[in-house]
Every structure is written in C-alpha cells, then in structure tokens.
C-alpha cells in the first residue's frame, strides 16, 4: 500500500528541513514522535497538503 504523502516538513527554531518518506522514517521514533506532538511536522503529496491523522494513520497501517 503506497503513502497517502511524498514529503515531509519539519519546523523547529533552526528553520525548515523537507524529508523524503524514507528520511522522515530514519529519523529516531522519539524525534518523530516529538515533532508530531508539538505540531511541527506537515505532510504533502506534491504541494497538496494532507491532513496528519491521515498519514500518521497510513504510517501505522504500514507498520503492522
């Protein structure tokens, strides 16, 4: 089953980095699960933004 996005943007006070799926996914659990909670990460397919519950829920239904 494919992503429902294709990039991933993380804000923090050092700017703005764009990851890759697979760059989002190598980061540490404990980063990405920070950056969720404090709302800094965004998920886009092209430039379309996609809602988090939607992707957060597909990286999930990946990983089972």
Known sequence: MGLPFDRVELTSG???????VQQFCDLPLAERLRAVLERRVNFFRGSEP???????KALRERAA
């Open 14 to 20: 050092a700017g703005e980095r764009v990851l890759s």
């Open 50 to 56: 996609v809602e988090q519950r939607e992707a957060l």
